[in-house]
């Protein structure tokens, strides 16, 4: 008998694990960055649109990185290059050891946005992430 009640407690516990699984991440308006060499850490974000957003970004690197939002529908290629440049929506430079805080407005249109480091290399290297911007 003890053993039928591990069983439903083991089947209820894995029910709302689940459950919990399956709910949406609300949009933030403050996010927390680490930068190493070569990663974000978390790579993918989700904001409100058009609010003020904050970020707060360390980079835990032993090289400069750069926090670079792409515009709504444009991805780079096989690498970050001069042709990119006029599709980046926000960017920002992080020397190796700083934390900075920033502020910039979200883009009011919904969707997924590339995010990634524009400096030759780091994004080939895996440098890169995704940011959704979503209604709360």
Not at 38 to 62: M, Q, R, S, V
Not at 90 to 114: L, N, S
């Amino acid at each position: 008998m003890n053993k039928g009640w591990l069983v439903l407690l083991a089947l209820v516990l894995a029910m709302i694990s689940l459950t919990a699984c399956g709910r949406r991440q609300a949009p933030a308006t403050v996010i927390d960055v680490v930068m190493t060499d070569y990663k974000y850490e978390p790579n993918t974000f989700i904001i409100p649109p058009g609010k003020e957003i904050t970020l707060n970004i360390t980079n835990k690197g032993a090289i400069e990185h750069e926090f670079v939002i792409m515009k709504y529908g444009t991805n780079v290629g096989e690498n970050f290059g001069d042709e990119d440049e006029e599709n980046i929506y926000w960017e920002i430079e992080v020397k190796p050891g700083e934390t900075t805080t920033v502020t910039f407005t979200a883009p009011e249109q919904i969707g997924q946005y590339q995010f990634l480091c524009g400096i030759e290399g780091h994004f080939t290297a895996g440098m890169s992430g995704t940011l959704q911007v979503a209604q709360p």
